[in-house]
């Protein structure tokens, strides 16, 4: 059982935290380059950019793990399940972030489609739940959109917003839905590097912009880097591939609030 320190801690960080925008636990492997995941095509692009999923041949299943900030019990889980079928797909997607005392859920059903290789696109509904200790529980709806453009087979850009209508909770949660906007691409260097940027648009915030590097040393084992710079935050990662299972792990740093690691897995049908 935490203290009441600890509870009086983690609550504070976890207001500050989401007043300047929660962040969606997008998969070690994203979260490794930066959390640029709006122009990648992985399992976490369910969490990301839902556009991504449309590309996928294989059914698969993904699951992640975060400690937000090592200082803190702050936890962050998330499961993702993706089915293609010919050039679309149907993705699902769970997440808690949160302690005892306050906690978010949100559940999320995604439909994509593909229009051949080129274009790709995505709308999102999500069902949203907060928690908090001796105020009770409140629930609300959003939704997202995303589109992917391939113009060469080395170049993939990527849009998506959540959130557009502004959704919230009623008036005695104080809690927020963020409005986000991103832009961004990825760009194949060669065989073995990609670079990833995104430009970020918390519409009551901040404007963030973020970059990541993926470099492949062999056929199963790859290393990933990148920076955010509002505010200024470091990433570090490292996968493994193993047939059909993807293992990956990463940690990120935060100017202020300290170390996050995060670990995730995903295996293909």
Same mark, same amino acid.
């Given at each position: 059982?935490p203290?009441n320190?600890t509870?009086r801690?983690?609550?504070?960080?976890?207001?500050?935290f989401?007043?300047?925008?929660?962040?969606?636990?997008?998969?070690?492997?994203?979260?490794?380059?930066g959390?640029?995941?709006v122009?990648?095509?992985?399992?976490w692009?369910m969490?990301?950019?839902?556009?991504?999923?449309?590309?996928?041949?294989?059914?698969?299943v =993904?699951? @992640?793990? !975060?400690?937000?900030? *090592?200082?803190t019990?702050?936890?962050?889980?998330?499961? %993702? /399940?993706?089915?293609?079928?010919?050039?679309?797909?149907?993705g699902?997607?769970?997440q808690?972030?949160g302690?005892? =005392?306050? @906690?978010? !859920?949100k559940i999320? *059903?995604?439909?994509?489609?593909?229009?051949?290789?080129? %274009? /790709?696109?995505?709308?999102?509904?999500?069902?949203?739940?907060?928690?908090?200790?001796?105020?009770?529980?409140a629930?609300t709806?959003s939704?997202?959109?995303g589109?992917?453009f391939?113009?060469s087979?080395?170049?993939l850009?990527?849009?998506?917003i959540s959130?557009p209508?502004r959704?919230?909770?009623?008036?005695?949660?104080?809690?927020?839905i963020?409005?986000?906007?991103?832009?961004g691409?990825?760009?194949?260097i060669?065989?073995?590097?990609i670079f990833?940027?995104?430009?970020?648009?918390?519409?009551d915030w901040m404007?963030?912009?973020?970059?990541?590097?993926?470099?492949?040393a062999?056929?199963?084992?790859?290393?990933?880097?990148?920076?955010?710079?509002?505010?200024?935050?470091?990433?570090?990662?490292l996968g493994?591939?193993?047939?059909?299972?993807?293992?990956?792990?990463?940690?990120?740093s935060h100017p202020?609030l300290?170390y996050s690691?995060?670990?995730?897995m995903?295996y293909?049908?």
């Open positions: 059982m203290s320190l509870i801690t983690c609550l504070f960080v976890l207001i500050v989401n007043v300047h925008g929660q962040e969606v636990t997008s998969g070690a492997r994203i979260s490794s380059l959390n640029t995941g122009a990648l095509q992985d399992a692009s969490q990301s950019n839902q556009a991504g999923i449309a590309a996928l041949k294989d059914p698969l =993904a699951i @992640s793990y !975060q400690n937000t900030f *090592l200082e019990d702050i936890a962050t889980q998330g499961a %993702v /399940f993706v089915c293609p079928f010919k050039n679309d797909a149907i699902l997607g769970l808690n972030y302690i005892s =005392a306050y @906690s978010e !859920q999320s *059903l995604a439909y994509a489609k593909g229009f051949g290789k080129t %274009v /790709f696109a995505a709308l999102c509904l999500n069902a949203h739940q907060v928690k908090i200790i001796q105020y009770g529980t629930r709806y939704f997202e959109a589109i992917q391939k113009p087979p080395k170049i850009i990527g849009s998506h959130n209508a959704n919230s909770y009623n008036s005695e949660v104080d809690a927020r963020p409005t986000v906007l991103e832009i691409a990825a760009y194949e060669s065989d073995r590097v990833n940027s995104g430009l970020v648009k918390d519409l404007t963030d912009a973020r970059f990541g590097l993926e470099y492949n062999i056929q199963w084992l790859s290393f990933r880097g990148g920076i955010s710079l509002n505010p200024f935050r470091q990433y570090a990662g493994c591939k193993w047939q059909k299972l993807h293992l990956d792990g990463g940690a990120s202020t300290g690691p995060q670990v995730s995903s293909e049908f």
